[in-house]
């Protein structure tokens, strides 16, 4: 059962879903980044089983910007690439990175005064957007972030002047990758591009390719891959003892 808690930040007030684990704390702490769906009841399935594991997860609805909204159909945002259209213009235009690591910093400081968090740096992991996200929180976070996931995550390394893999240099974490080998959002170039950035700067990182579709680990997708997404949990689990 999740808590819902309102955390404020420097552009209004994000709701986040807290899970804790079983037991009394304190637990290492999981911030957890969301993919481009928004918040729904696939994603408060997945921080529970972080919780059943002894971690304790903030999710965060990084699309408070866009006020409130119903959970998304995500098999029909898969099939219309009209609703595509409407989620990017109204809620993915509203966040970008620069928002995102304002946010990271409110809920950052929000984690370091749990009494059930242990201290420490935490962990970072995100699906579609939110992988990269989670890297770019782990590079403006260096400190704070020791360990970082990003799955099916899109856009890693573009031309763009926030494209993720330009932070390479500034990563002190732990860095794994699980990309889908079906994913025009992260092609084998964009795969060498980042991997090229990440070995120059001396980042210590797994990048593994999946053999299944762009959202593969959220069950509520149409892409869904059962044994793909129990891989990713041993792969998640593994980086989260390692650290």
Same mark, same amino acid.
């Given at each position: 059962?999740?808590?819902?808690?309102? %955390?404020?930040?420097?552009?209004?007030?994000?709701?986040?879903?807290?899970? $804790?684990?079983?037991?009394?704390?304190?637990?290492? @702490?999981? /911030?957890?980044?969301? #993919?481009?769906?928004?918040?729904?009841?696939?994603?408060?399935?997945?921080? =529970? $089983?972080?919780?059943?594991?002894?971690?304790?997860?903030?999710?965060?609805?990084?699309?408070?910007? &866009?006020?409130?909204?119903?959970?998304?159909?995500?098999?029909?945002?898969?099939?219309?690439?009209?609703? !595509?259209?409407?989620? &990017?213009?109204?809620?993915?235009?509203?966040?970008?990175?620069?928002?995102?690591?304002?946010?990271?910093?409110?809920? /950052?400081?929000?984690?370091?005064?749990? *009494?059930?968090?242990?201290? =420490?740096?935490?962990?970072? %992991?995100?699906?579609?957007? =939110?992988?990269? /996200?989670?890297?770019?929180?782990?590079?403006?976070?260096?400190?704070?972030?020791? +360990?970082?996931?990003?799955?099916? *995550? +899109?856009?890693?390394?573009?031309?763009?002047?926030?494209?993720?893999?330009?932070?390479?240099? $500034?990563?002190?974490?732990?860095?794994?990758?699980?990309? @889908?080998?079906?994913?025009?959002?992260? *092609?084998?170039?964009?795969?060498?591009?980042?991997?090229?950035?990440?070995?120059?700067?001396?980042?210590?990182?797994?990048?593994?390719?999946?053999?299944?579709?762009?959202?593969?680990?959220?069950? #509520?997708?149409?892409?869904?891959?059962?044994?793909?997404?129990? !891989?990713?949990?041993?792969?998640?689990?593994?980086?989260?003892?390692?650290?």
């Amino acid at each position: 059962m999740a808590d819902m808690i309102d %955390i404020a930040t420097q552009d209004g007030v994000c709701a986040a879903y807290v899970f $804790r684990p079983a037991g009394p704390g304190p637990w290492p @702490a999981v /911030l957890f980044y969301m #993919d481009g769906a928004g918040i729904r009841p696939a994603l408060f399935d997945m921080a =529970g $089983r972080l919780a059943d594991r002894g971690y304790y997860v903030l999710l965060p609805d990084l699309y408070y910007r &866009s006020g409130p909204y119903a959970p998304m159909d995500v098999k029909q945002l898969f099939a219309d690439p009209a609703q !595509r259209q409407v989620v &990017s213009q109204q809620y993915m235009a509203k966040l970008g990175q620069a928002n995102a690591m304002r946010d990271t910093a409110a809920l /950052l400081d929000h984690l370091a005064r749990q *009494p059930d968090v242990a201290p =420490g740096p935490l962990a970072a %992991i995100g699906y579609c957007m =939110g992988g990269g /996200l989670a890297l770019a929180a782990a590079a403006s976070f260096p400190d704070r972030i020791s +360990a970082v996931a990003a799955y099916h *995550p +899109a856009h890693l390394a573009t031309d763009a002047p926030d494209s993720p893999h330009l932070l390479a240099p $500034r990563l002190k974490a732990k860095v794994y990758i699980g990309r @889908a080998s079906e994913d025009a959002s992260f *092609p084998d170039a964009m795969k060498d591009r980042l991997e090229a950035a990440l070995g120059a700067a001396g980042v210590t990182y797994t990048l593994e390719t999946y053999p299944a579709r762009h959202g593969w680990v959220p069950t #509520d997708t149409p892409v869904h891959d059962a044994a793909a997404a129990e !891989r990713h949990w041993e792969t998640l689990f593994a980086l989260l003892e390692s650290r």
